[in-house]
């Protein structure tokens, strides 16, 4: 009997050791890291150059308090960061994970607002579907009910607006009026709560596990930060899961050109060798707030040497493998598989993402966009059989109403052709599997 508790109700094997896209259980079964855990082994597992790194740091120091020392690896690790923000975001606070990232955003953006005279500005919009963090604060932008609900009076409850899931409206995603359509959802939400009440707007640039790999709609990005910037509101890129190159590109904003207020980053950034985020803001943002007394937050293992040691060798594997290039290419070769299945699969409704955050979802009927019985546990039940034929991957199912179920195929950044010839293989296999479970 295990002393330990998570949410998952069925125990799973052992893990033994892990090397590239494998790991490998205590009885010797192997499997593909389909989803990189939980989007986070961006450059594989067990890479030697990371785990060098990591030692020769620790026969340096492991840990350093970041009031008592500066260090050189968290040094290093901010202005690398900060080169490749976008221009204006140039401040660095580390954190040891994504929901801290995501509070420091929130944190930061208050005390600016106060800077500002603006002591009204409290109330953060946030979209539905959405995860950003399962800390309090986080879960109060948080728009998925089964995480939220059990504390809801404990938080404040935030504005939320509904995330673009053009292709559930039967909207064109490639027109731009559908961008303009959800984004003056947030204008009109905006002007309800009352502008001079409104503080941030916080969005995935591509949604994550709560809306399976969302893309945003032709000019949704640009639109709101049209928005933001008219209403003096700030907007928060939520990149915790599509930072560090797993969409093709550094920040997955880049996609559309648009430059954000605050980031929260983790997950590919400490690539899975240690917790590790950041937020990254605008220069005069974390200027005005210093100048005002300082930033009121903070925490123990912030920056600490060894994590941004960490960081800095996994950025350097990242570029000089040109691994976020290879997320772009492979992302498209790993769509064309997925979009493969779906024309021999009929069950499954639509294929999507970018780079190597890629999705696809399950439907009874594609053409009303039906969900599958609540009662086949799809989302679950695939996810089982894909497991035991060798292969990880990680779902969801979170619409309200017209519901489905999406799994994310989101191997490490280095995967190649021929490991996804053999991903696409097993889920072959796998919804095969799954079909004969299907009630007729
Ligand atoms: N934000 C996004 C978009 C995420 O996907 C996650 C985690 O899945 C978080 C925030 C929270 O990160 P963490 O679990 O590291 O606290």
Same mark, same amino acid.
């Given at each position: 009997m295990s002393n330990l508790f998570y949410q998952t109700k069925s125990a799973r094997p052992v893990l033994d050791r892990a090397e590239g896209i494998y790991m490998w259980d205590t009885s010797g079964n192997r499997y593909i890291d389909g989803s990189s855990g939980a989007m986070v082994s961006n450059i594989g597992h067990s890479n030697p150059a990371v785990l060098a790194a990591m030692r020769a740091q620790m026969d340096k120091s492991t840990f350093g308090y970041r009031l008592h020392f500066q260090t050189e690896s968290s040094e290093e690790l901010a202005r690398r960061t900060a080169a490749l923000a976008p221009e204006g975001l140039n401040k660095v606070f580390f954190v040891s994970g994504g929901s801290e990232a995501v509070e420091s955003t929130l944190k930061m953006a208050r005390q600016y607002a106060l800077t500002q005279g603006q002591a009204q500005r409290y109330k953060v919009i946030s979209r539905m579907p959405s995860y950003h963090g399962c800390t309090l604060g986080a879960l109060a932008i948080t728009g998925y009910a089964p995480m939220t609900a059990p504390f809801d009076p404990m938080m404040r409850a935030m504005p939320k607006v509904p995330a673009p899931r053009a292709y559930l409206d039967g909207l064109d995603p490639d027109d731009p009026e559908t961008g303009r359509h959800y984004a003056d959802m947030l204008e009109a939400r905006i002007l309800e709560e009352g502008p001079e009440t409104v503080l941030a707007f916080i969005v995935e640039p591509v949604g994550g596990a709560? +809306?399976? @790999?969302l893309v945003p709609p032709e000019g949704y990005m640009r639109n709101v930060r049209d928005i933001c910037t008219r209403y003096g509101v700030l907007l928060i890129h939520d990149e915790v899961m599509t930072g560090g190159g797993r969409t093709g590109r550094f920040f997955g904003a880049e996609h559309w050109g648009v430059t954000p207020d605050l980031i929260a980053l983790s997950k590919g950034f400490g690539g899975g060798y240690v917790p590790l985020g950041a937020m990254v803001a605008r220069d005069d943002i974390v200027e005005a707030v210093m100048q005002a007394g300082g930033f009121v937050h903070g925490f123990t293992y912030a920056g600490n040497p060894l994590a941004c040691a960490a960081g800095l060798a996994v950025l350097d594997q990242i570029e000089q493998h040109d691994l976020t290039g290879n997320a772009a290419r492979m992302g498209a070769a790993l769509t064309d598989r997925l979009r493969g299945l779906m024309q021999r699969y009929p069950l499954i409704g639509d294929v999507r993402g970018k780079g190597l955050l890629t999705a696809f979802e399950l439907m009874a009927? %594609? @053409? +009303? %966009?039906a969900p599958l019985p609540k009662e086949l546990n799809a989302h679950s039940r695939l996810v089982d059989i894909a497991y035991d034929n060798g292969l990880i991957i990680y779902s969801r199912r979170t619409r309200g109403g017209l519901s489905g179920d999406h799994f994310l195929v989101c191997p490490p950044l280095i995967v190649d052709e021929t490991q996804l010839d053999e991903i696409a293989g097993i889920l072959d296999r796998s919804l095969a599997q799954f079909m004969t479970e299907i009630p007729a």
């Open positions: 709560s +809306t399976g @790999a009927d %594609r @053409a +009303t %966009r």
